[in-house]
């Protein structure tokens, strides 16, 4: 393992550093359809969608949402249930409702006009100090650095250590290109989800190689979050050009108000599990479920199995299919209809 290295604003390293990550982002940075604008309408919502959620998830939903609402007015004026149909998909709906919150302020008090300082940012509904951070930088050009999962992750590396949060908001602060800070911190995140991933780092292709104290050696104690394992099942009821929904609550903790399908306890050919919170019971058309397919939310790997059924004991209501497209859907509920070819 190298020394740990030594790095600032002035000093030789801290400007090598600076130099060989930008000119490998110049040369490597994936053509996003975010980067393409410094409007901060775009980067404000690329970010947003990009919590929680991969970038190829996101990549089609973006350009949806921005032909839906193309302008932070035409956001602003939306029903919510508009903006939660276009945000169908990428999950974590109080992101999708907060946007909105913040839309209408900018459109109205603040007559369509951003705040231009991460500082000011701030106080919109929804924006935190990163999202503050990234939108001021790269939409204004303000020398302000990011920290998100992925640049922690670099820095802890780079410097070998278990860094506190502050001490990894100051690092990142010293190693900012204060000319090209946008540029900069995209570059950052980027060796982090391309290069410097959380299971096995691209270290002989990484830019900064020469620099890194650790070169992929994993910092002692710290170990690979393990995935959880859980097998759910959904009941497929249609007919006459129509599907059965249930409705989330509207105090739900997640997904409030969403359309899905209707969960079932278990296997509708064995006896239904009594500690389930979903009991609804089903009649199947079959003893094989109709498929199977895998969903993964944070630290859960779900199997998922589809049964064809008759007519599900829960509360509900038969959709026609034709409003399906505009309907705020569950990811997991597209999915599913995706796979059935019932939705496109
Ligand atoms: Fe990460 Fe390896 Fe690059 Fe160090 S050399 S920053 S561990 S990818």
Request: proline residues 6%.
């Amino acid at each position: 393992m190298n020394s740990r290295p030594r790095l600032g604003n002035k000093n030789g390293n801290g400007a090598a550093f600076r130099a060989s990550l930008l000119a490998w982002y110049d040369s490597c940075a994936r053509d996003l359809p975010w980067r393409k604008s410094h409007d901060p309408y775009r980067i404000w919502l690329s970010e947003i969608m990009l919590q929680q959620t991969r970038v190829a998830a996101v990549i089609s939903r973006y350009e949806e949402f921005l032909r839906r609402f193309p302008t932070v007015e035409k956001l602003a004026a939306a029903r919510e249930s508009s903006v939660l149909a276009a945000w169908s998909g990428l999950g974590y709906y109080r992101r999708a409702r907060m946007l909105h919150a913040a839309a209408k302020l900018v459109a109205g008090e603040l007559h369509g006009e951003f705040p231009r300082s991460g500082d000011r940012l701030k106080q919109l509904p929804g924006i935190g100090r990163y999202t503050a951070a990234a939108v001021a930088s790269i939409a204004f050009g303000e020398p302000v650095a990011v920290v998100d999962g992925n640049v922690e992750r670099v820095l802890c590396r780079f410097f070998a250590g278990d860094l506190s949060e502050e001490k990894i908001w100051q690092a990142a602060a010293t190693l900012l290109d204060r000319s090209r800070p946008g540029d900069f911190n995209q570059a950052m995140m980027e060796l982090g989800a391309t290069v410097c991933t959380p299971r096995s780092p691209a270290c002989l292709t990484c830019p900064v190689m020469e620099l890194c104290a650790t070169r992929g050696e994993r910092p002692a104690g710290q170990k690979p979050a393990r995935q959880k394992k859980r097998e759910i099942h959904f009941a497929l009821a249609h007919r006459n050009g129509s599907i059965f929904l249930t409705r989330r609550p509207h105090d739900a903790r997640l997904m409030a108000s969403m359309w899905e399908l209707p969960e079932i306890s278990a296997s509708p050919i064995r006896a239904p599990n009594p500690r389930s919170a979903s009991n609804h019971s089903v009649k199947a058309k079959s003893r094989v479920p109709l498929f199977t397919l895998r969903h993964s939310i944070t630290v859960t790997d779900y199997t998922v199995r589809v049964w064809h059924a008759a007519s599900p004991d829960a509360a509900g209501e038969w959709v026609p299919l034709r409003r399906l497209p505009k309907l705020a859907l569950t990811g997991l509920a597209r999915k599913i209809l995706r796979r059935a070819e019932i939705l496109t």
